[in-house]
């Protein structure tokens, strides 16, 4: 969300920044890994299907309202009008962002292959609970833009609450903002600060129920703002266990930061793994953005450009970057300025950016938020060991996660055979020429090696090469 700068670049910009940036940054990277499995050199695990993931992040996104036309004169508020930032002609906004245009998006999203997360915010600005009424539309209204999200948009994109309001804190027991407006009752900036996994939980729990009871499912969450900037541990933990306790999330996982350039890893971070062998194994999982967002803001903002993301030969620009080492390709843009008060500036932006995206590489995979936590928590936590055979591995998932490919040092002459709870009897592997055939299933020569890829089933895996 939504300082100047846009959502996670906050930090860069006051005086705060430094020792701030390195403290956020050496805790995020240093947040809590929890237990790790051994691994043998001689087996590794590699991108799904070798394939490079690539996601659509989208923001502030919810039922019917335009949630930064309401936003903003609280933010305004929130800094005493003392924030330039916040001064911006909202009133001429647009009240509404149509189910219409929902349509129009999903529809091309799914003939394109897209897919991604897409924000239902519960109780946006305050205008209404999605689960109780929306003044100034039809109980008719909401149940039919709820449908719309459950039939179109939940197949290919996760549904995350951004908080509650994403704007005033919600006082729980009453169910009313708090009476104070300044930044440290605002879900944007102060209010995680100092507060425990077990406050935190409770907020989280509160804005899943409100989704649970308009028929959406949720796996991850992502944060308002500035909203964990000072609690990131207990961001992380209370995420883990307020999915798990309302909707019975087996991987959960949240999206908070992003890095828009340089050499960082933008790869998810597996973190509190525990239990890897027991019944009730446990991780959550923090996706990371790649880029800022140059569509057309959560402000509606003239957008920076196609370019950024990827330039008209595909030679450059931020995706190109990170597609090229292999790391998950996540890109990041607020509903409001993809709407751009009905001039669609940033769905345009998007679609060329898919156009580029599509034209230059043949190795990409699009994939829900969650579907890439499932990959990583797969990758880092499933435990591969030799046996007494030379040719047998064994690998021990305390989850399971479909088109699981790791590259054994091992020549093979005969097709791989696998089993596991899916396949008892065995199953043999079909060779595939190259990576780009490779899928569930099939395998293929490389180098002294070879690359097996199959649907990774909860439990022991074994592997005849
Ligand atoms: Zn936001």
């Given at each position: 969300?939504?300082?100047?700068?846009?959502?996670?670049?906050?930090?860069?910009?006051?005086?705060?920044?430094?020792?701030?940036?390195?403290?956020?940054?050496?805790?995020?990277?240093?947040?809590?890994?929890?237990?790790?499995?051994?691994?043998?050199?001689?087996?590794?695990?590699?991108?799904?299907?070798?394939?490079?993931?690539?996601?659509f992040i989208i923001d502030d996104s919810?039922?019917?309202?335009n949630l930064n036309?309401?936003?903003?004169?609280?933010?305004?508020?929130?800094?005493?009008?003392?924030?330039?930032?916040?001064?911006?002609?909202?009133?001429?906004w647009s009240?509404e962002i149509p189910d219409d245009f929902v349509r129009k998006f999903g529809s091309w999203c799914g003939e394109h292959g897209v897919k991604g997360k897409y924000s239902?915010?519960?109780?946006?600005?305050?205008?209404?609970?999605?689960?109780?009424?929306?003044?100034?539309?039809?109980?008719?209204?909401?149940?039919?833009?709820?449908?719309?999200?459950?039939?179109l948009m939940?197949?290919n994109w996760?549904?995350?609450?951004?908080?509650?309001?994403?704007?005033?804190?919600?006082?729980?027991?009453?169910?009313?903002?708090?009476?104070?407006?300044?930044?440290?009752?605002?879900?944007?900036?102060?209010?995680?600060?100092?507060?425990?996994?077990?406050?935190?939980?409770?907020?989280?729990?509160?804005?899943?129920?409100?989704?649970?009871?308009?028929?959406?499912?949720?796996?991850?969450?992502?944060?308002?703002?500035?909203?964990?900037?000072?609690?990131?541990?207990?961001?992380?933990?209370?995420?883990?266990?307020?999915?798990?306790?309302?909707?019975?999330?087996?991987?959960?996982?949240?999206?908070?930061?992003?890095?828009?350039?340089?050499?960082?890893?933008?790869?998810?971070?597996?973190?509190?793994?525990?239990?890897?062998?027991?019944?009730?194994?446990?991780?959550?999982?923090?996706?990371?953005?790649?880029t800022?967002d140059w569509t057309g803001g959560w402000d509606n903002s003239p957008p920076e450009g196609v370019?950024r993301f990827?330039?008209?030969?595909?030679?450059?620009?931020?995706?190109?970057?990170?597609?090229?080492?292999?790391?998950?390709?996540?890109l990041l843009a607020h509903w409001t300025g993809i709407w751009f008060n009905g001039e669609e500036t940033g769905f345009r932006v998007f679609q060329e950016v898919v156009h580029r995206l599509h034209?230059?590489?043949?190795?990409?995979?699009?994939?829900?938020?969650?579907?890439?936590?499932?990959?990583?928590?797969?990758?880092?936590?499933?435990?591969?060991?030799?046996?007494?055979?030379?040719?047998?591995?064994?690998?021990?998932?305390?989850?399971?996660?479909?088109?699981?490919?790791?590259?054994?040092?091992?020549?093979?002459?005969?097709?791989?055979?696998?089993?596991?709870?899916?396949?008892?009897?065995?199953?043999?592997?079909?060779?595939?020429?190259?990576?780009?055939?490779?899928?569930?299933?099939?395998?293929?020569?490389?180098?002294?090696?070879?690359?097996?890829?199959?649907?990774?089933?909860?439990?022991?895996?074994?592997?005849?090469?």
């Amino acid at each position: 969300m939504e300082y100047a700068h846009g959502r996670r670049q906050f930090l860069k910009s006051t005086a705060l920044a430094a020792p701030l940036i390195a403290s956020v940054a050496r805790e995020a990277l240093a947040q809590v890994p929890g237990d790790r499995p051994v691994r043998p050199k001689s087996a590794e695990v590699l991108n799904p299907r070798e394939r490079v993931p690539v996601s659509f992040i989208i923001d502030d996104s919810t039922c019917l309202v335009n949630l930064n036309k309401f936003a903003m004169p609280q933010f305004d508020a929130a800094f005493e009008g003392a924030n330039a930032t916040y001064h911006r002609n909202w009133r001429e906004w647009s009240d509404e962002i149509p189910d219409d245009f929902v349509r129009k998006f999903g529809s091309w999203c799914g003939e394109h292959g897209v897919k991604g997360k897409y924000s239902i915010v519960p109780y946006p600005a305050c205008v209404g609970r999605l689960d109780r009424e929306l003044p100034g539309w039809s109980p008719r209204d909401l149940q039919s833009s709820l449908e719309l999200v459950r039939t179109l948009m939940t197949p290919n994109w996760d549904i995350h609450p951004e908080m509650v309001t994403h704007t005033r804190v919600i006082d729980l027991r009453t169910g009313h903002p708090f009476p104070d407006r300044s930044l440290k009752f605002m879900e944007n900036w102060e209010w995680t600060t100092g507060r425990s996994t077990d406050e935190i939980a409770d907020y989280l729990r509160y804005a899943l129920t409100i989704l649970k009871n308009v028929g959406l499912n949720c796996e991850g969450i992502t944060t308002p703002g500035g909203f964990g900037t000072r609690a990131l541990p207990q961001l992380a933990q209370a995420s883990l266990v307020a999915l798990r306790d309302i909707f019975g999330t087996e991987i959960p996982h949240y999206f908070r930061h992003l890095y828009d350039e340089g050499t960082e890893s933008v790869a998810p971070r597996v973190e509190y793994a525990s239990g890897l062998d027991g019944a009730d194994p446990r991780c959550v999982v923090s996706i990371i953005a790649c880029t800022g967002d140059w569509t057309g803001g959560w402000d509606n903002s003239p957008p920076e450009g196609v370019d950024r993301f990827i330039t008209a030969d595909g030679s450059r620009g931020r995706l190109v970057d990170v597609i090229r080492r292999g790391e998950p390709a996540c890109l990041l843009a607020h509903w409001t300025g993809i709407w751009f008060n009905g001039e669609e500036t940033g769905f345009r932006v998007f679609q060329e950016v898919v156009h580029r995206l599509h034209q230059r590489f043949d190795h990409l995979e699009w994939m829900k938020l969650a579907e890439i936590a499932r990959y990583w928590a797969a990758r880092e936590l499933t435990r591969i060991e030799s046996t007494d055979k030379p040719n047998v591995m064994r690998l021990t998932a305390p989850f399971s996660c479909p088109g699981f490919t790791v590259r054994f040092d091992r020549r093979t002459e005969e097709a791989p055979r696998l089993l596991n709870s899916a396949s008892p009897q065995g199953l043999a592997l079909s060779e595939v020429a190259s990576s780009r055939s490779l899928r569930s299933g099939t395998w293929r020569r490389e180098g002294n090696g070879a690359v097996l890829c199959w649907d990774l089933a909860k439990g022991i895996n074994t592997v005849l090469l």
